[in-house]
């Protein structure tokens, strides 16, 4: 098979979207198929492009057997509704020319395309169209109804135009993937035939992540007391995220020396979490880690926490809640009931209303009292990730879902 992809994020990328397009194509040129990458130089979460990169010029490079194409791209110093649309039109500018090039080129079975951005969309149709490949668009994100619903563009007009053209767009495809059920439902919604929409979920692979038993590095380095209990947030810093919850819990907590609150990662909204929990000793940062150490990371946690926004439910899937559960401790999980999170969480873990730091709080406090609840609902979450999360049996799925597509038509 010879596989086109178009991306914003790619690897070495460890977070979000960059992580799973780059494990998924050199999952799948490890298995011998072609596969070529369009895509940008790595930015993300920092959103400061990585030294030895460069933003405003093309570069090729060979990545673990995958052909890469970096293109332009604009990355804006504060981020927000304008300067993420302006982010995301400069990568489709300045990729679209590059797609039609290496598709002319290469001539792929299928060019696939990840979504966000949906400006993206156009130059994979027009590509696909003009080599006679099959298209597939993934959508890690419904970037238009979140960016409406939360706030971040304004304008029903606007908006409605916006969702028109998305959805007209999203019904041309050949295939159409995505994240989790509920969102597969949206795809539906929005006009993509159900035949033609399918379950493609982000995934963890359950050999790396795994639970560790006994004292690890990270609670040495931060001085944790061996009865503490550490609730961890590790992930994305960004505005999607509801990370506001966790200091609000944390305040609510700060007379509890027993439990700490560890915040791990990169974003757009980290100085600003970093502000609101001055003065609040029962709060520690970390970086963002390298891959050999994520197992670590994960392993640090008696609990960990996964915030969400209400107005974002459904409307993206936290890829981050693979790893948790695959590390084997129990997920507390801010979300309403009935979705898609609450739906992975409940028996691996608590659901609490989103946006709700005392309510957060409060389940922190349940099961930091309470050992044999936490391994009880810790196992459920590991075996929860090997019978539903695991990569290679993801990947495969996928990997004869694309066959299925490139294969002739009978007559």
Not at 109 to 114: F, H, P, S, W
Not at 278 to 292: I, S
Request: net charge positive; proline share 6%; aromatic share 6%.
């Amino acid at each position: 098979m010879r596989l086109l992809l178009l991306t914003l994020n790619y690897a070495p990328e460890l977070t979000g979207i960059g992580k799973y397009s780059g494990e998924m194509a050199e999952w799948l040129a490890a298995r011998g198929h072609a596969v070529r990458v369009v895509t940008t130089p790595p930015y993300y979460p920092e959103w400061r492009v990585h030294d030895g990169y460069a933003a405003w010029r093309y570069a090729r490079e060979r990545r673990a057997g995958v052909d890469v194409v970096r293109c332009p791209l604009w990355v804006p110093r504060r981020q927000g509704g304008t300067a993420r649309v302006l982010n995301l039109a400069s990568f489709a500018a300045s990729s679209a020319p590059a797609l039609v090039s290496a598709a002319l080129r290469f001539r792929p079975d299928a060019i696939g395309v990840v979504k966000p951005p949906m400006f993206a969309l156009p130059a994979a149709l027009l590509a696909a169209r003009m080599t006679g490949a099959r298209s597939w668009v993934h959508v890690q994100d419904f970037e238009i109804d979140v960016a409406f619903d939360m706030g971040l563009l304004k304008g029903r007009a606007v908006g409605g135009a916006a969702l028109r053209l998305e959805a007209g767009l999203l019904r041309r495809f050949d295939l159409a993937t995505t994240v989790s059920a509920r969102m597969r439902e949206r795809l539906v919604a929005k006009g993509v035939a159900e035949d033609r929409a399918a379950l493609f979920p982000n995934w963890v692979d359950t050999r790396a992540i795994h639970p560790v038993a006994g004292a690890g590095p990270f609670r040495a380095a931060l001085g944790v007391a061996p009865d503490a209990t550490v609730a961890l947030y590790a992930g994305n810093m960004g505005e999607k995220q509801g990370l506001d919850s966790l200091i609000d819990a944390a305040r609510v907590l700060s007379g509890d020396a027993s439990i700490l609150l560890v915040l791990a990662g990169e974003g757009a909204a980290r100085r600003r979490l970093e502000a609101a929990a001055a003065g609040l000793a029962n709060v520690r940062f970390l970086r963002l880690q390298p891959v050999e150490r994520l197992n670590d990371l994960l392993n640090l946690a008696d609990i960990h926490l996964l915030p969400q926004r209400a107005d974002a439910a459904d409307l993206v899937m936290p890829s981050k809640l693979a790893g948790m559960l695959a590390s084997g401790r129990p997920v507390i999980a801010g979300a309403n009931p009935g979705t898609q999170v609450a739906a992975e969480v409940e028996g691996a873990g608590l659901v609490v209303p989103p946006d709700d730091g005392a309510a957060l709080a409060a389940a922190v406090r349940r099961l930091a009292g309470d050992g044999a609840a936490r391994a009880l609902l810790g196992a459920e979450a590991r075996a929860r990730a090997i019978a539903h999360w695991e990569r290679d049996a993801v990947l495969t799925r996928l990997e004869v879902r694309l066959a299925a597509l490139i294969a002739p038509t009978p007559e």
